[in-house]
């Protein structure tokens, strides 16, 4: 017999569990970290597996956080300065990345507790991580708060994208997997991938009295 | 040298390169089909890689959807029926669940002409996916209009979780990956994952005069 979980059984479960269910079984993640300055160029850098594409023309990006916690200090420096990275975590960083969801304070910066090197290019207070192999620029659009839980929807506008220049396939599509990017599961688990296909674009198929033709 | 883009070298590039870039340098996505039906009963599934984890308690997820193309029949349903379905895209259907992306009319039902199979638990007017391990019923909460690009992002509530009574470790982490779920690169890239590691709840390490303590 599968599991079969209602509302109020994830209700009274136990706090770590229910953590690790929800946070995990709704698929694979993103893994990034998002890198930050206050205009006094103090750094700071946090895990992230929220980063979700919004549209391709204009280049937006979309990332959820809850002021409440750890990443709080992400949101401030983005208020502060506009601007943020997204750098991809890959399997030479993947532990350093992971202990930047450790609370230190706001004085201290994940580039030196995580031995992680900060990098910057155009983009006027937001430090890349210097051994990421996907880095993209970030700058501030908007942001919407989610009254369900107080979360926050940011979103934001890509200024630049820097990456290896043997990635890209003749019709624009970057591998990243080649490019060492991970996936995590839950809080915790971080996974290396194995293409198996790209797919072509649909079309329908040949459809008489609304049922498929047969070939 | 590596690739260096701005957002006016993204901006003037070809329609298909800028899209499959944008959507997939952001890192690994969801791999999802989504389920619904209007309160007549008429099916519509699609699939999804833009479902983000919200929230544990109550427990959230969300998606992004762009009213103005294809998945519009998924946002009718539901705002018709109020509720829908989450099913994990996995490597035995992954060919079924692409072609869900092909514009048929709202007629159609792509379990039909993809050869998925609907099954009903406790939502009503909500098609799961049989052939998925992974089935989490959806309520819709709220929506937030996206004013930078005209998307939509949907916000439910888990109203169950149907999975493999075999998936769960003793902390209540399903293993998603033993439940064959994919994970999608761009718009059309299938990847089976391979964990490296579950790494422990990260605490700050000690630190004298604001630096790491060498050991």
């Not at 949101?75 to 930047?100: L, P, R, W």
């Not at 688990?189 to 033709?213: E, F, M, S």
Request: hydrophobic content about 35%; charged content about 20%.
């Amino acid at each position: 017999m599968p599991v079969h979980l209602t509302f109020n059984d994830i209700m009274v479960m136990g706090k770590i569990p229910r953590l690790n269910l929800i946070n995990t079984i709704a698929g694979f993640k993103s893994a990034n970290l998002i890198g930050t300055a206050n205009v006094a160029g103090r750094t700071n850098l946090a895990v992230f597996s929220s980063v979700v594409h919004l549209g391709s023309k204009p280049p937006y990006l979309g990332f959820i956080l809850r002021p409440t916690t750890v990443p709080r200090h992400t949101y401030q420096n983005i208020k502060d300065s506009k601007y943020y990275t997204i750098n991809n975590i890959t399997a030479n960083i993947y532990e350093q990345a992971h202990h930047t969801s450790a609370k230190y304070n706001e004085q201290i910066s994940e580039f030196d507790t995580c031995k992680l090197t900060p990098e910057y290019h155009q983009l006027p207070h937001a430090p890349y991580v210097a051994e990421s192999t996907i880095k993209i620029g970030m700058e501030y659009v908007e942001e919407y708060h989610i009254k369900a839980n107080d979360t926050i929807l940011v979103v934001g506008k890509i200024i630049e994208i820097i990456y290896p220049d043997n990635l890209t396939a003749k019709d624009g599509k970057p591998d990243i997997e080649a490019a060492g990017t991970l996936t995590i599961s839950g809080l915790d688990g971080y996974h290396t991938t194995q293409q198996i296909a790209r797919l072509a674009y649909q079309r329908p198929k040949k459809l008489v009295n609304n049922k498929i033709a047969k070939t």
